[in-house]
C-alpha cells in the first residue's frame, strides 16, 4: 500500500510553483514512492531532507524548500511501528476489559486496525489558558521575504546550458560505436572496440555589465541573472566585467567630423572609418574597485568566444548620445574583429529604445529584453542562428 500523501504537501507544491520551481505529477510521484519505502518518516526535519533531496536541484532551491516547508508549518509526525518496518503486521490493540461490577455488560469499543503503512499526522491540543511565547526579537531566515524576479535561477541555467560547443577532447574513454561496427563489417573480424575521447563543452562567455547611473534600479535583476550563470551555466569559462556607460573613450574621433551637416543619429557613413576599441579600462567586481584594462580583456577573446553585453544604452532615460555610440561601436568592432559572436541584453522594454543610444546599437548587434524570451534569443544568436541586423558590423 501506497503511503498517504501529507496534507500539506498540496499547499506546499502550490507554494514552489509560485515561486518558480517546477514541480509536476512525476515529482509528487517521488515523493509518495520514498514515503512508502519508509524514508521521510523519522520527523519533520527528514520530511524536510528527503524533498530537499528528490527536488533541489541547487543550493537556492534547498533553501526556497525549506523555507517553504516552514512556512507550511507540518504537524508533528506520528508514524506506528508498522510504517516504519516494511511487512512487519502490528500487533492488534488488546482488548477492553469489560466491567468487574455486577450488571449489564457494556458494548465493547469498536477498534480500528491501523494499516500496514499508514501514516497519521496530528497536531498535540494547546489548552486554552496557555498563550504564545514571547518573541526573541531574532529574525528567522524562513521569514525573511525574498525577492521574486521575472525568471528563476533554474531557467536562467538552463537556458545558457543550450550555449554549447563540443569538442572531444581528453583519453578515449567513450565507445564508437558506428566505428566499431564499421571495421567489424570490413575485416569480418572481432577486435577490441573504438574509443574516442568524450564530449566536452568549451564554449566561452565573456559578460560585460554596464553598473551605475540608470542601471541603478536593475541590479538585483542583473546580479541575480548574473550569478546564475556562472553557477549553474556549465560553460568551460565565464568571464563578468563591469563598466560604467562605456568600459572606454576611443582615442580617435575625428570620423565624427565627417558626417552630414544636417543632425544625424546613425553612423553608417562612417561606419567603416571608425577604429576599434583598444583602450579603457573595465573592473572586475561590482564595486569597480579593481580595474582591469580593455586590452588585457579582449586578448582572452577568441574566435568562438561568446560575448554578451548587459546594458540599458540610454534606454530608460530616453537619451541619445552620440560619443555614447561611438565608442559602444568602438568596443563591439574589436570584438567581431576577434571572431567572437555579439549579443545585447537591455532591461529597458524594447517599445522604449527607438529614439534613443539602445534603438541605435540596436542597428548593428542584436539587442533582447533582458526576459526569458530574450535570453533564448540571445543565446540563439551566440550559437550562430541567422539574425536580422539592419547595418551588421
Keep these: 500500500m501506497n503511503a498517504p500523501m501529507p496534507s500539506f504537501v498540496r499547499g506546499l507544491v502550490t507554494r514552489l510553483r509560485r515561486r518558480g520551481l517546477p514541480l509536476g505529477v512525476d515529482d509528487c510521484a517521488a515523493l509518495r514512492t520514498a514515503l512508502a519505502a519508509g524514508h521521510g518518516l523519522e520527523s519533520t526535519e527528514a520530511l524536510r531532507d528527503l524533498c530537499i533531496t528528490l527536488w533541489a536541484k541547487s543550493p537556492r532551491d534547498a533553501e526556497l524548500i525549506g523555507a517553504a516547508l516552514h512556512l507550511a508549518d507540518p504537524p508533528a ?3 506506528s511501528p508498522v510504517a516504519r518496518s516494511a511487512g512487519v503486521q502490528a500487533d492488534p490493540p488488546a482488548p477492553v476489559a469489560a ?3 455486577p450488571g449489564p455488560a457494556a458494548d465493547p469499543v469498536p477498534i480500528t486496525p491501523v494499516p500496514s503503512a499508514e501514516l497519521a499526522i496530528v497536531r498535540p491540543p494547546r489548552p486554552a489558558d496557555v498563550t504564545e511565547p514571547p518573541r526573541s526579537g531574532i529574525p528567522s531566515p524562513f521569514l525573511v521575504l525574498r525577492p521574486q524576479y521575472p525568471v528563476s535561477e533554474r531557467e536562467v541555467a538552463q537556458i545558457w546550458r543550450r550555449l554549447r560547443r563540443p ?10 560505436l558506428d566505428a566499431t561496427l564499421d571495421r567489424y563489417a570490413r575485416t569480418g573480424v572481432v577486435t577490441s572496440p573504438v574509443l574516442v575521447p568524450p564530449r566536452a563543452n568549451t564554449a566561452r562567455l565573456l559578460l560585460l555589465v554596464d553598473r551605475d547611473g540608470s542601471m541603478t534600479p536593475y541590479h538585483g535583476l542583473v546580479d541575480h541573472v548574473v550569478s546564475s550563470i556562472v553557477r549553474a551555466g556549465r560553460l568551460d569559462a565565464i568571464t563578468v566585467a563591469y563598466f560604467r556607460n562605456t568600459p572606454g573613450r576611443s582615442l580617435d574621433r575625428s570620423a565624427l ?4 551637416g544636417t543632425v544625424t543619429a546613425e553612423l553608417d557613413p562612417i561606419l567603416d572609418r571608425i577604429p576599434a576599441l583598444g583602450t579603457g579600462r573595465v573592473y572586475r567586481d561590482p564595486a569597480m574597485l579593481t580595474p582591469w584594462p580593455v586590452a588585457d580583456l579582449l586578448d582572452a577573446v577568441t574566435g568562438g568566444s561568446a560575448v554578451v553585453v548587459i546594458s540599458d544604452a ?8 552620440m560619443t555614447r555610440l561611438f565608442d559602444t561601436v568602438a568596443l563591439l568592432l574589436a570584438v567581431v574583429a576577434r571572431g567572437a559572436a555579439v549579443a545585447w541584453l537591455n532591461p529597458v522594454d524594447a517599445d522604449r529604445w527607438p529614439d534613443t543610444t539602445a534603438g541605435q546599437i540596436a542597428r548593428h548587434v542584436p539587442m533582447y529584453p533582458l526576459t526569458r524570451d530574450g535570453m533564448y534569443g540571445a543565446v540563439d544568436a551566440l550559437r550562430g542562428h541567422p539574425v536580422p541586423v539592419e547595418r551588421p558590423l
Excluded at 572531444?168 to 565507445?175: A, I, S, V
Excluded at 540610454?314 to 548620445?321: H, N, T
Aim: glycine content about 10%.
Design 314 to 321: 540610454g534606454a530608460l532615460r530616453g537619451s541619445f548620445v
Design 77 to 79: 509526525w506520528v508514524v
Design 257 to 260: 567630423a565627417a558626417l552630414p
Design 99 to 101: 466491567p468487574s461490577e
Design 167 to 176: 569538442v572531444r577532447q581528453g583519453p578515449p574513454t567513450e565507445l564508437d
